[in-house]
């Protein structure tokens, strides 16, 4: 989402451009010449099991209702909330109506993200290209209007059951899409994050190449990073992954895919409890890291455990040199570091969200760095993995 798309009353609140280059590394990128031109994310679209109160929940995190739809306002079918922190938007839904299509997409997945929507300057464009390029087209594009103006969608196939849907908002003025009413909670105090970074989706083994190749060649992105072999495993388990982005870097895709290992990775932990591919984890880019896990440990929101010995390790302490804070107080929050030859970042991983040990969220701080924390790896994995045994799921 680009800032002059946003309302008037909340455009002060999110990113500036020259913010998010520091946040996600926003780079120049002319889209006139992109034949998919992608602006940066819309939206990211739940189906939870109780959407009121993962509204709830979501705004633990900071995040702000803006607006709803639901049985009072025309919508039989489900609920939906709206919410926003800075550029980030997120919508929840959750069925009203016993025969609700979500229903029966949350019996088979649980809660999750069925919709990586994205912005885009011209759908009709974007939609003749994925067509030509062999994409699965699931809607049409088409117009939706009210009072607020016209918004012109479309929608693709991901993997899985994901979706993308293409939206265009230039000409529309009103809180989320036609049918929703702006809708306010009491707001909490303090934004904890200001963008998502990266969406990462997991897929089975043997697809990740093949979803790498869809987005290079049905939406232009571009190969920006890979991890394989040992960059990527531990003594039990190993995993695969690719990384891909847009033109201008706002929307970057992450994708995983399992690999012959001693015992079960947390791909394949995923794939069995979301019932096939998915978004595995959303990144969320804060300027203030330690403040924000402060806040959601007093909120009771749960992050892996780093043991003590990874910030006594001599090999991070000589490559990590200076960085904002004391180590120590990193260490006190179970923050990881990581440094690579254009500066540093400090990210940490949430707990499940929900029920299935599904999605989760990782808060990242970029200093300068634009890696995804290869030296941290195995420290994460290893955490997974201890959390896997207490699931019975190693």
Not at 229 to 234: L, N
Not at 354 to 361: I, K, L, M, Q, Y
Request: aromatic fraction near 10%; hydrophobic fraction near 40%.
């Amino acid at each position: 989402m680009t800032i002059e798309h946003l309302p008037p009353e909340i455009r002060s609140a999110a990113p500036s451009d020259a913010e998010l280059r520091r946040l996600v590394g926003l780079v120049d990128h002319d889209l006139a010449s992109d034949p998919f031109p992608v602006s940066g994310w819309d939206a990211l679209v739940w189906v939870v099991g109780n959407a009121t109160q993962f509204a709830h929940y979501l705004r633990a995190f900071g995040m702000s209702l803006e607006a709803y739809s639901g049985p009072e306002t025309g919508n039989r079918d489900h609920k939906s909330y709206v919410l926003r922190s800075g550029s980030a938007r997120f919508v929840v839904c959750g069925a009203v109506d016993p025969d609700s299509e979500l229903l029966a997409h949350h019996q088979r997945h649980g809660d999750g993200i069925v919709d990586i929507a994205l912005e885009v300057p011209d759908v009709d464009r974007c939609v003749e290209h994925a067509r030509a390029a062999g994409a699965t087209i699931l809607a049409e594009p088409h117009d939706e209007s009210d009072g607020f103006g016209t918004v012109r969608t479309a929608a693709l196939a991901a993997y899985g059951e994901t979706r993308h849907t293409l939206i265009d908002r230039s000409r529309y003025d009103g809180p989320y899409l036609p049918g929703y009413m702006r809708r306010r909670w009491p707001d909490r105090p303090g934004r904890l994050f200001q963008a998502v970074d990266h969406v990462v989706g997991n897929v089975e083994l043997g697809r990740m190449d093949y979803w790498v190749e869809f987005y290079r060649r049905v939406m232009g992105f571009t190969n920006m990073a890979e991890f394989v072999g040992e960059d990527i495993a531990t003594r039990y388990s190993a995993l695969m992954s690719k990384v891909v982005a847009n033109g201008n870097h706002r929307v970057k895709f992450p994708l995983n895919e399992p690999a012959v290992g001693r015992k079960r990775s947390q791909i394949d932990e995923f794939l069995q409890f979301y019932g096939g591919p998915g978004v595995q984890h959303i990144a969320l880019a804060t300027r203030d890291i330690l403040a924000a896990v402060d806040a959601l440990r007093a909120e009771g929101i749960e992050f892996l455990d780093t043991p003590d010995a990874y910030y006594a390790d001599p090999e991070l302490r000589a490559r990590l040199g200076t960085v904002r804070v004391p180590l120590e107080r990193l260490r006190s929050r179970g923050i990881l570091v990581d440094r690579d030859e254009d500066g540093y970042l400090l990210q940490i991983f949430c707990k499940p969200l929900t029920d299935r040990p599904t999605v989760f969220f990782e808060l990242i701080e970029r200093h300068g760095c634009m890696g995804f924390g290869k030296g941290n790896f195995k420290a994460l994995f290893e955490a997974i993995e201890r959390e896997q045994q207490a699931r019975g799921n190693f």
